[in-house]
């Protein structure tokens, strides 16, 4: 059969009144049908005759078998059948509905949040006590379960939001095993595979029926980048191989100008049976040090996006010797132990000190070099100023040259005793000194020192009365083994003893490398491979939410090195890029040796796809079938009795005529477009344009809004626009819009680069775009709290966006045409975000209003919704309610000024702003 | 005031539905006018037949001086002796007149009403005199009675089912049209066009008819009506009574037409889907042959 084990019935014995069908058509054949009607003059000829026929007429049989199926329709229909009807009985009266609320989750979030509303206004109609876990919190221990009503869960579902970590399920199956009373369980899994998932379900077995809802892709997220035959290397993994499928990603990093965007793209492809794929970026050295994350692009969660910290810079160090190529053998020369220390983490240049600073380095090694000339130490002073790293080696020449015996110098961070000493020789008293442990406070604090590195000689720092804050490694003996002082915005490092193995045994252990790393020198950013976390308290610096956007991190504080090695997420550990001193650590999602893996639940128990709907009742569609099939019945009546006469059938096609022609005329508004044919009437008029977001509501109200608005300026002002036209960025000219309204709709797609150049040049030329979350009723706008917010931020992320401050009360868009000191739309309150002022904008004498010259915001953002206030339908009448009574009716004709405020502001840019001038013409007129 | 419209709003009525009469009758009679039934129509209906010669007990204003210029004697110019007809016409405007099976086919009352009012005109170009049998008026020629005969064909009486031919006092030798579908009660009908016979005027029977009254299509649970719903029968299966009441109709015709040979009357059916003229051919000729 057509697959009828997929319905079921919820009152099922309704069903056995099918059984009376047959009698029904019997007894449909034995009434007659109805008579007809029909008026006769000469029905008095008839009067005296005798009707010999007794059986009566019969209603033709296919008019009995439309009843009949009309009536089994009703009666299949009241039965109540349900398409895929869940198996899960209700067996508990009390509801648990867990959310993995991961970054996996996150793809298709909103689905989980559309599904998890059904599940609650489901459990709000059947009364059960509900309550919602975001598994990725982790429980509030010791407490009974909290259950409610599903009604006081269901606003909250719209601003729930995935966290960038993996649920604890060991904590939540000890949490519910706790429980005592029984429940059900609804679980949104992320899909991905965890030793202890089972636990979990365990638990939730034992309390209840349990049914899971998983999404339909597999998951996709990168590895850690690696930099491999110096290019950059990605893997692409997915939880589970199924079809062949694309894969796009871009490495991100801040262009020329320092605006973020997509330096490189790769596109790779997994194979039917592949779960993971090779991303190869080819690119310079140069560029790959700019890359700050990579991320899949159509992905949206934390997954797929990497974020590199140092993991794919590598400084360059330029090494700067005193001794050109010496006689003596390479192995012993200071350069070739740093080239060691250095190479496999960082570029080093070997040159002489003009052409080291040509190449712009990180770090400039000097290595046991004396003096420098006048000119040498102004660029070098001017280089370290700028945030340059100079490290400086003692040797023998440094301790000769007496360079600091009097006064501090610049490139010296303390002055040294001429001369310098050694220790343990044959000609001196005492042995070799080992090292003190390395203070806290200092770069080097929880370095383990080794036991066997010992120092033999070294320069003598002169006694000064900053010395100690200088000194950030010391031998046992007090005496400073490494100093620094800051620089302007670098720093000044100086080894009390040689690069190479001649003063001490410091070049030969391991602790030299680390040492170079703690300062920077050489970097890594990989967790694992920095070794040293511990003891460190390392600062967030951008973190990354569960979406896979990259913010700056302002509000959490810092952790320490062995949190971070943990990889315990939370709200105050989110994966992101932490910092220490120099060093950049990037703390991801996915960690090395993770891998994805789909989960496999056991046998019997219910896994539903997110997608799919899980019960359809089939209810509606029977009765509507049973109703469709009566509608036929009526005309098959009327036209058996003959009164379905020409005029009767001409009235119905009529009706149906109409509503064809309306329902096909809202078509054709939708895809008004801009067509080549259509450029030259754009041209010739004023029309507001409106970029489709493929939402059709957003985009029917936004028609809607600019026809309203356009209206309103034919009626008040001297601008006579014509009907408002949609516009597809990806493809038609924008050129020939002076305003763009942009409202965010959360299915938008991100605008392609093309796009984005496009919508650049627009900004550029003088065009303005009006951007509208359209949720100022949700937050009080442009936080990024809201879904709507959120695609704004990641749509505005790309565009060249000047720096933006709320309206001042003198900008010109609050006199342009009417005076407005605020800008309501269907909500009120939001700020409305315009490009900010020059910072030296003056107040003059007299004029109520700064002096902020030319030019025209590029932009205006805001969430109050306007196209909502402004819309009209093509009666004119108002689409949308807007406040109540009086001030209802006030707010939307505040809308409407500020729309033609807006539109005077784009037409006729800061013309107002020339008022200031007046004065001046005034007085040159001799007025 | 109100009063005023309404009788002004019932005289726009039925003067319009004059004028629609006269036009349909106008158009219907000039087809007949112009064709082999042409008469001259100079003088009062007089015609030329003789001149004689003058004796003296003839008034010397009888004498034609044209004539008698031309030679020695006087010359009486005589006319053609013409004795007026006098018809009546009768035509049935009850309720079951009032009917028409289809949209496009003109009521029996509006085809019937055609007639008699194209027959009239026809007639009152001849000189003859005319009047409907149901206005106590004597015929009368001319126009004006023309317009008279339209005023009160406009009419309709639809508050009676079936209509009967009206009684008037008809002299001797006059002429007697009855226009209806005779599809009354039987011995109203003949005690109507009996009292016609007994007054020994020539009659003409014409019986309009609907195509439905003669074809009876119907099927299936019928409940018919008459117009003005005062008769029913209901049948179960309407075309089992298909030739019974066919041959029920025929009975009716050939009683009629029996009545028309026993008082020396001349009979004539007609259906509403065929055209007007054949019947007032058949009307002009029969009166005409009479005359």
Redesign the interface.
Known sequence: MFGLENISFLSAPLLWTLVLLPLLWWLLRAV??????????????????N???????RTPWWLLALRIFALGAIIIGFAGPVLNPSNTKVSQKYLVILMDASWASAQDWGKRQSKLTEILRDADQNTRPTVVFKMTDPPQNAEALNFTTAAISLPRVETMAPNPWRPDFVQWADYLAKQEIGFDTVWLSDGLYSVDREKLLDVARSKGSVSIFEGENPVISLSSPTVKDSNLNVIAHRSWAGNVADITAHAIGPDPSGVSRALASVTAQFSNDEDQVDLMFEMPADLRNRITSVAVEGQRSAGAVVVTGDTVQRRKVALISSTKQQESSNLVSEAFYLRKALVPTADVIENDLKTALLADPDVLIFTDVGSLTKVETDAVSAWVNAGGLLVRFAGPKLAASQVNLEQERTLLPVRLRAGGRSVGGAMSWGAPKKLQEFVEGTPFYGLKVPDDVAVSSQVIAQPDPNLAERVVAALQDGTPLVTQKELGNGRVVLFHVTANAEWSTLPLSGLFVQMLERLAVSTSGNLEEIQDLAGLIWKPEQVIDAFGHIRDATDISGVDGTVLASRAFSDDLPPGVYSNGGRKAALNVMGNDEILAKTEWPAGVPVLSLAKATQILLKPHFLLLAMGLMLLDIFASLWLSGKLTKQFAGQIILIGFVTLFTSSDTVFAQTDRVSDDKISKLINNTVLGYVITGNTKVDAASHAGLLGLSAELFKRTSVEPITPVGVDIEQDELSVFPFLYWPISESQRSPSDQAVEKINRFLHSGGLILFDTRDAHLSSGLSGATPNGRMLQKIAARLEIPPLEPVPDDHVLTRSFYLLQEFPGRHRGANVWIEAAPVNAQKLSGVPFRNLNDGVTPVVIGANDWAAAWAITQNGRYMFPVGRGETGKRQREFAQRFGVNLIMYVLTGNYKSDQVHIPALLDRLGQ | MSQMTGIRDTAENITQGMAALMADAHLLAASISHGAHGRRRQGEGEEFWQYRAAISTDAIRDIDWRRSARSDDHFIRQHEWQNTQSVHLWADRGASMLFRSQDDLPTKANRASVLALAISILLAKAGEKVGPMDMADPPKSGFVQIDKVALHLAQTNPDQEFSTPARKHMRQGQKAVFISDFLGDWDQIFEGLSYAANQNVSGYLVQVLDPVEEIFPFKGRTKLFSVNEGHNFETLRAQSLRDEYREKLLGRKEALQQLATKTGWQYYCHRTDETALTPLLWLYQVLGGKT
Do not use: H, M, N, Q
């Open positions: 007659p049908p109805a008579p007809i009607r029909i008026k006769f003059p000469a029905v008095l000829l008839l009067l005296g005759l009707d010999k026929e007794t059986t009566p007429d």
